[in-house]
Nanobody, 124 residues
Framework: QVQLVESGGGLVQAGGSLRLSCAAS????????MGWFRQAPGKEREFVAAISWSGGSTAYGISVKGRFTISRDNAKNTVFLQMISLKPEDTAVYYC?????????????????WGQGTQVTVSS
């Protein structure tokens, strides 16, 4: 069983930056694709970013491309989401997820394990 724990969320002003972390335990982290999703109140969960097991391939949602960067450290079993130029519309609970097959999915249905989420609030 894989456990995922997100951290790094908080309150930030528009234009600011945050870095989210997701620490994994159990399983074989270095073989998993990892993703970040977010869910704002009253909205469906939205794909944010994904990274392949090696870090060699990444994918981003249209709304965050150019502002967010996903990365991973397999030695530390951790995936990161660096967020810059934050906007109020980035306010959401951010979830990390693990996918045990060697693909790079952008749809949440393909992910096998999920963290509990961390709140990001961007004030205007």
């Amino acid at each position: 069983q894989v456990q995922l724990v997100e951290s790094g969320g908080g309150l930030v002003q528009a234009g600011g930056s945050l870095r989210l972390s997701c620490a994994a335990s159990g399983g074989t982290f270095s073989s998993y694709s990892m993703g970040w999703f977010r869910q704002a109140p009253g909205k469906e969960r939205e794909f944010v970013a994904a990274i392949s097991w090696s870090g060699g391939s990444t994918a981003y949602g249209i709304s965050v491309k150019g502002r967010f960067t996903i990365s991973r450290d397999n030695a530390k079993n951790t995936v990161f989401l660096q967020m810059i130029s934050l906007k109020p519309e980035d306010t959401a609970v951010y979830y990390c997820a693990a996918e045990t097959l060697p693909t790079l999915p952008t749809a949440e249905v393909y992910y096998d394990y999920w963290g509990q989420g961390t709140q990001v609030t961007v004030s205007s």
